[in-house]
């Protein structure tokens, strides 16, 4: 399970924005669940080192996010669809356009 669900969100928007060192450790630390000591192990660095590059990368997705607000963005939309499909109840046009335009964000 996810170490922390915002920030993988946030990470999975905005990781291009990021250095390759953070990208690489976020990406180990979230998405492939590694401890601070194997990430330290794989990639020849203290602990401590992997540690403020975890939080140094956390720093700039909330800056990203404060910056550009996609992940709020995309919550909203979300929110929005699923208002629209529940006001479409039985209509099975609107619920395929609200899945399509799901599709899309």
Do not use: W
């Amino acid at each position: 399970m996810a170490k922390d669900l915002e920030n993988t969100i946030l990470f999975d928007i905005y990781a291009p924005l990021l250095t390759e060192k953070q990208r690489d450790t976020l990406d180990l630390y979230y998405n492939d669940d590694l401890s601070l000591g194997e990430i330290a192990e794989q990639s020849d660095r203290t602990r401590q080192a992997v540690l403020n590059c975890i939080h140094a990368g956390e720093v700039r997705l909330t800056e990203l996010e404060q910056l550009m607000g996609l992940a709020d963005r995309f919550r909203k939309i979300s929110k929005q669809l699923d208002t629209l499909e529940e006001l479409a109840g039985s209509e099975p046009e609107i619920y395929e356009i609200s899945e399509r335009i799901r599709k899309l964000l």
